[in-house]
């Protein structure tokens, strides 16, 4: 099997720089294909493409912006493979990871598979934390590749696997941003598609942001969930709605102490946040982290939290048309 890795890249020269020096140690032997896409960037990332073609394969290309799943839909036209694999340019990849692909496709081949993202040691204590409230099992329930225990395991473009035989039949990723990961997902299963996790296929995902850029985007990540429900109803599940609840439950519980004296409700929410702390805390050997942690995670029920009630309102209360409610989550393709 051919492998092209698409990479749409905006204005990150230095992420591409890091990707491609992992990728040069791959232990894979079978000859692959990388796909280079900028995304209208004004910093380009040309030189560091050239400083590695005689290591890799690299074709790159550059185009006007229209976002990240257009620019990855363009790559995997260009592309000369027959299977495609979709990384984000603030991976770092491990070396045995195509090796791992390899190995699971020819196990139980699938048209499209995600696999987890981690934290390397050398990231900071803030891309820990991040990364913490982003995979854990008591955040998120796993959805983002830390666990099986889900119906249907919808990929996450930060690393995805899709078969040209599925690019060609759903024509890629759509125009929302973010969301087009589980709206392709979705689109994939009504054409019969199947989708899978693979656990062993895992990438390191920096996610150079800070705490508000990490809470603008878990915001449009909530605007998007009732953009999504209101276009496929039949995959809505009531643990969308619960970041909205939990934080709903939060100032309830502040209301009843203050006014009645009631602190059970609020208890609860301190027990929640103390198995977080201390979980943290062990995993990444840092009480540092397990505070930062608490941080994470409260931003990120609170950015979308918000953000879906904000959305639900507008596009299931009010029947706006998406595009016209929330015209930052499309690009104009």
């Excluded at 051919?2 to 591409?16: A, G, H, Q």
């Excluded at 073609?53 to 990240?68: A, H, V």
């Excluded at 913490?132 to 395991?153: C, H, N, P, V, Y």
């Excluded at 702390?277 to 942690?293: D, E």
């Amino acid at each position: 099997m051919f492998f092209s890795l698409i990479i749409p890249v905006y204005n990150r020269p230095d992420e591409v720089d890091e990707l491609l020096e992992s990728l040069s140690h791959t232990t894979y032997k079978e000859i692959f294909e990388i796909v280079l896409v900028e995304d209208g960037s004004t910093l380009v990332c040309n030189d560091v493409a050239e400083k590695y073609g005689d290591r890799l394969d690299i074709s790159y290309y550059y185009k006007q912006n229209s976002g990240p799943g257009d620019s990855r839909n363009y790559g995997m036209q260009k592309a000369r493979g027959d299977y495609f694999i979709i990384f984000d340019s603030d991976c770092i990849i491990p070396t045995q990871y195509l090796l791992e692909v390899d190995k699971a496709l020819k196990q139980n081949y699938v048209d499209c598979f995600g696999g987890p993202d981690k934290a390397l040691d050398s990231f900071s204590d803030i891309q820990k934390a991040i990364n913490f409230a982003m995979t854990s099992f008591l955040t998120t329930g796993g959805i983002r590749g830390g666990s099986e225990k889900i119906d249907k395991f919808q990929p996450r473009s930060f690393n995805m696997g899709l078969s040209r035989k599925a690019f060609e039949a759903s024509k890629g990723f759509g125009n929302i941003h973010p969301g087009e990961d589980p709206d392709l997902s979705i689109r994939l299963w009504n054409l019969g598609f199947e989708t899978k996790l693979f656990p062993n296929a895992y990438v390191y995902h920096k996610r150079r942001i800070d705490w508000d850029k990490f809470s603008i985007q878990v915001n449009k990540f909530g605007k998007a969930r009732p953009i999504l429900n209101s276009w496929y109803p039949k995959y809505n599940k009531l643990t969308f709605f619960f970041p909205s609840v939990f934080i709903i439950g939060f100032f309830i519980s502040i209301v009843l102490l203050l006014i009645f004296n009631f602190d059970y409700l609020l208890q609860l929410y301190f027990i929640y946040f103390l198995v977080l702390f201390l979980v943290s805390s062990y995993q990444n050997k840092s009480v540092k982290i397990g505070y930062l942690s608490l941080i994470a995670v409260w931003k990120q029920f609170y950015g979308y939290g918000l953000g879906f009630i904000k959305s639900y309102y507008k596009i299931i209360i009010l029947k706006q048309k998406p595009q016209e409610a929330f015209p930052e989550l499309f690009f104009k393709v």
